[in-house]
């Protein structure tokens, strides 16, 4: 197996991270097929427009494609023959998991399973790196979150979802030896930010001048993580999963959500209006990564700021606005 996979397959690579980690791939001249279904969860516009620069790029392609679709799926795998798969595909978000826990354990754990039992079926064996969540974690007051706590009281459907498939890794790791790392990713944020999460919402809600809901005292904290700097630990733990590996990528400074809306409105050059509501269920007062792991073994080392991340990101909407990529 070659020390950096040439070819990937990137399920979900029209999204916020895959999209991002698609475009790192082709600047270094990698193959890319990115396969995704462009679902509903967000505007399927956002998404295309998310692949316009991959599109004009030599070695690109785009597979519009269901996971669970385990038949075309197996096929794809089997034209391509890639040597490492990006398994980000999933439907994303804490609440509406708990509107719609069947649909997610659908996507994100037969669908993984789907993505996995393709994967056993090539020779050689691909890598396969996969998407899991700081959520795992649950509701700890014990910080920062190390790769090796117990992890088995999700708070949300999603959260098990996501256990769920490093359990899965695990099997498929024992079967086959296939070699496998999960990410445990900590909110990421950046440009092409999922339009649902925190950051957007906000921005969206103070340049629209409206307040901003702040679910209980503002003191809940998050690891919020420049995307840039994930999608480096990504392809960190690409060209060097050998075995089976977990890794944390978080930034390792979490911020009160009061400090973000604070954060966010200077990066706007516009004052917030906090609208205070009680405390949501499912969301866990804190997120904080350990990354000693990741650090020793990958070298990762996020250097973002929230201050410039957030100045990144505001200067990406505001191109945004005026040209659509
Ligand atoms: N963004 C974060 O802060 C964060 C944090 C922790 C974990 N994650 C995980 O990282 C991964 C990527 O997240 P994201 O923020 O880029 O989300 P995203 O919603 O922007 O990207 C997911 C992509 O998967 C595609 N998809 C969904 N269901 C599919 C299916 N059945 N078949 C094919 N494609 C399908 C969607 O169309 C979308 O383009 C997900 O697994 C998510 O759970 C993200």
Same mark, same amino acid.
């Given at each position: 197996?070659?020390?950096?996979?040439?070819?990937?397959?990137?399920?979900?690579?029209?999204g916020f991270i895959g999209s991002n980690l698609v475009d790192r791939l082709l600047a270094e001249g990698r193959e890319v097929v990115a396969?995704?279904?462009?679902?509903?969860?967000y505007d399927p516009t956002f998404k295309r427009a998310n692949l316009a620069a991959a599109e004009r790029r030599a070695g690109f392609h785009l597979v519009e494609l269901d996971i669970r679709d385990a038949a075309r799926l197996g096929t794809l795998l089997s034209e391509?023959?890639?040597?490492?798969?990006?398994?980000?595909?999933?439907?994303?978000?804490?609440?509406? #998991?708990?509107? *719609?826990?069947?649909? =997610?354990? /659908?996507?994100? @754990?037969? %669908?993984?399973?789907?993505? $996995?039992?393709?994967?056993?079926?090539?020779?050689?064996?691909?890598?396969?790196?996969?998407?899991?969540?700081?959520?795992?974690?649950?509701?700890?007051?014990?910080?920062?979150?190390?790769?090796?706590?117990?992890?088995?009281?999700?708070?949300?459907?999603?959260?098990?979802?996501?256990?769920?498939?490093?359990?899965?890794?695990?099997?498929?790791?024992?079967?086959?030896?296939?070699?496998?790392?999960?990410?445990?990713?900590?909110?990421?944020?950046?440009?092409?930010?999922?339009?649902?999460?925190?950051?957007?919402?906000?921005?969206?809600?103070?340049?629209?001048?409206?307040?901003?809901?702040?679910?209980?005292?503002? #003191?809940?904290? *998050?690891?919020?993580? =420049?995307? /840039?700097?994930? @999608?480096? %630990?990504?392809?960190?733990? $690409?060209?060097?999963?050998?075995?089976?590996?977990?890794?944390?990528?978080?930034?390792?400074?979490?911020?009160?959500?009061?400090?973000?809306?604070?954060?966010?409105?200077?990066?706007?050059?516009?004052?917030?209006?906090?609208?205070?509501?009680?405390?949501?269920?499912?969301?866990?007062?804190?997120?904080?990564?350990?990354?000693?792991?990741?650090?020793?073994?990958?070298?990762?080392?996020?250097?973002?700021?929230?201050?410039?991340?957030?100045?990144?990101?505001?200067?990406?909407?505001?191109?945004?606005?005026?040209?659509?990529?």
């Amino acid at each position: 197996m070659s020390a950096q996979p040439q070819r990937i397959v990137v399920t979900g690579g029209a999204g916020f991270i895959g999209s991002n980690l698609v475009d790192r791939l082709l600047a270094e001249g990698r193959e890319v097929v990115a396969v995704d279904n462009f679902d509903d969860y967000y505007d399927p516009t956002f998404k295309r427009a998310n692949l316009a620069a991959a599109e004009r790029r030599a070695g690109f392609h785009l597979v519009e494609l269901d996971i669970r679709d385990a038949a075309r799926l197996g096929t794809l795998l089997s034209e391509w023959r890639p040597d490492a798969v990006v398994h980000l595909a999933a439907r994303a978000g804490v609440r509406p #998991s708990i509107e *719609r826990p069947a649909l =997610y354990a /659908d996507v994100n @754990v037969a %669908g993984t399973a789907a993505v $996995l039992q393709s994967a056993v079926r090539l020779d050689p064996l691909p890598r396969v790196i996969y998407a899991s969540s700081s959520s795992v974690y649950g509701d700890r007051s014990a910080v920062p979150f190390r790769e090796d706590d117990p992890c088995d009281q999700p708070v949300s459907p999603y959260a098990a979802t996501k256990r769920a498939c490093e359990l899965l890794a695990q099997s498929f790791h024992h079967l086959y030896g296939l070699p496998i790392t999960g990410l445990r990713f900590f909110t990421a944020y950046g440009p092409r930010n999922r339009p649902d999460l925190a950051i957007a919402r906000f921005a969206d809600l103070i340049e629209a001048g409206r307040p901003v809901p702040m679910f209980g005292d503002g #003191s809940t904290r *998050r690891d919020y993580t =420049y995307i /840039d700097d994930i @999608v480096d %630990g990504v392809v960190r733990a $690409l060209d060097r999963c050998q075995t089976i590996h977990l890794y944390n990528l978080g930034h390792s400074r979490p911020v009160a959500l009061r400090d973000l809306i604070r954060a966010i409105g200077e990066a706007l050059g516009r004052e917030p209006v906090v609208e205070r509501l009680p405390e949501q269920p499912g969301d866990v007062r804190q997120t904080f990564a350990d990354i000693g792991r990741a650090r020793d073994e990958l070298g990762y080392d996020p250097r973002t700021h929230l201050e410039e991340g957030l100045e990144r990101y505001v200067a990406w909407r505001r191109m945004r606005g005026e040209r659509p990529e």
